[in-house]
């Protein structure tokens, strides 16, 4: 079975200030991974996804990440943070084939100090 | 595209008693899916539907959940004898159909949740 793991429960980070946000997954074959964010009161956001090809993806709202077989990750970076970023962002995997539901982590709280 | 729409968004009722909540996924989109999210958690498949066809379920649904899509459009939720522990963000998603040749993945659209607190 497949698992999603964010080491990070809170970030704080500086606006202006550069951020990464880890995931690591578990999964027996090549995995479909995704990064959603989640502000309050408000659905589930995709940012971006890996389906295969380039390991480094690009997404939405000046967010990338990059996978990495060999360390079974797949981080999320901003180079530059806006304080509007202050949300939880989930990492997910998919599993292929007919049901493609989707397995998250347990989220990491993002906070931006002014 | 109206997104993905669920009703209520928030539900308070009291433990033993039943409730019932409805997601409306966006139009030609065949696939619907159920998610729990509990607090400090991410979000739990629970099951999902394939047009009206309820095609997996997951070891959280216990006897006394049970989802419909009947007519393979809206979908219901419904909870009985509820009990405390069945607190949560009740999510649901949509997706569209898979195309031969296309990606093997389909984004899934979220709703906004319904938020069940049992007292």
């Known amino acids: 079975a497949q698992s999603v793991t964010q080491p990070d429960i809170h970030i704080t980070v500086s606006e202006g200030a550069s951020l990464e946000l880890r995931c690591n997954y578990s999964?027996?074959?090549?995995?479909?991974l995704f990064w959603y964010v989640q502000s309050p009161g408000q659905g589930l956001q995709l940012l971006l996804k890996?389906?295969?090809?380039?390991?480094l993806v690009q997404g939405i709202k000046g967010f990338e990440a990059e996978f990495k077989r060999s360390q079974s990750s797949f981080n999320l970076r901003k180079p530059s943070v806006h304080w509007s970023d202050a949300a939880e962002y989930f990492c997910?995997?998919?599993?292929?084939?007919?049901?493609?539901?989707?397995?998250f982590g347990t989220g990491t709280q993002l906070k931006v100090e002014l | 595209d109206t997104g993905v729409s669920q009703d209520p968004r928030h539900k308070i009722t009291k433990r033993g008693q039943n409730v019932t909540f409805r997601c409306d996924p966006i139009?030609?989109?065949?696939?619907l899916y159920w998610y729990r999210q509990t607090l400090g958690q991410g979000p739990e498949f629970l099951t999902y539907?394939?047009?009206?066809?309820?095609?997996?379920k997951s070891r959280l649904l216990s006897d006394r959940f049970s989802a419909e899509r009947p007519k393979g459009s809206f979908s219901t939720l419904e909870i009985q004898r509820t009990e405390q522990g069945d607190s949560a963000m009740y999510l649901c998603?949509?997706?569209?159909?898979?195309?031969?040749?296309?990606?093997?993945?389909?984004?899934?659209?979220f709703g906004p949740g319904t938020r069940l607190t049992v007292l």
């Open positions: 890996y389906f295969s090809g380039d390991t």
């Open positions: 997910a995997v998919g599993a292929g084939g007919g049901g493609n539901k989707l397995t």
């Open positions: 999964y027996g074959a090549t995995p479909y």
């Open positions: 139009s030609e989109h065949n696939r």
């Open positions: 998603a949509s997706s569209s159909p898979l195309k031969r040749g296309g990606t093997p993945y389909n984004e899934q659209f």
């Open positions: 539907f394939q047009n009206e066809a309820q095609l997996e």
